[in-house]
């Protein structure tokens, strides 16, 4: 089966980098559009930035100029830099990918990660 696993989140503080991992795993045909989202206790999970196999980008506002998502399709790896941090950047922080298995190339399915916490202090 097809599983995505994120990893690199952790506590920093403001101002701070962190980069995250998300690494998919089985029997994996191709990854297709990619991306971060983020959740915040007692709030809904928001877009964070995805990115195309071909690599356009898409930001929220609020991290534009600050996150550079990036990908290794050899290594089925989206990644996540995240510079100039602030508290507000607090959420666990999941992946998400459209993938096509290897079994069946003709569709593909949405997985997500377990999420990853990231918590930036003042």
């Known amino acids: 089966q097809v599983q995505l696993m994120e990893s690199g989140g952790g506590l920093v503080q403001a101002g701070g980098s962190l980069r995250l991992s998300c690494r998919a795993s089985?029997?994996?045909?191709?990854?297709?559009?990619a991306g971060w989202y983020r959740q915040a206790p007692g709030k809904q999970r928001d877009m964070v930035a995805t990115i195309t196999r071909g690599g356009i980008t898409n930001y929220a506002d609020s991290v534009k100029g600050r996150f550079t998502i990036s990908r290794d399709n050899a290594k089925n790896t989206v990644y996540l830099q995240m510079n100039s941090l602030k508290p507000e950047d607090t959420a666990v922080y999941y992946c998400?990918?459209?993938?096509?298995?290897?079994?069946?190339?003709?569709?593909?399915?949405?997985?997500w990660g377990q999420g990853t916490q990231v918590t930036v202090s003042s």
């Open positions: 998400n990918a459209d993938i096509k298995r290897l079994s069946t190339r003709l569709y593909e399915d949405t997985y």
């Open positions: 089985g029997l994996i045909f191709s990854i297709n559009a």
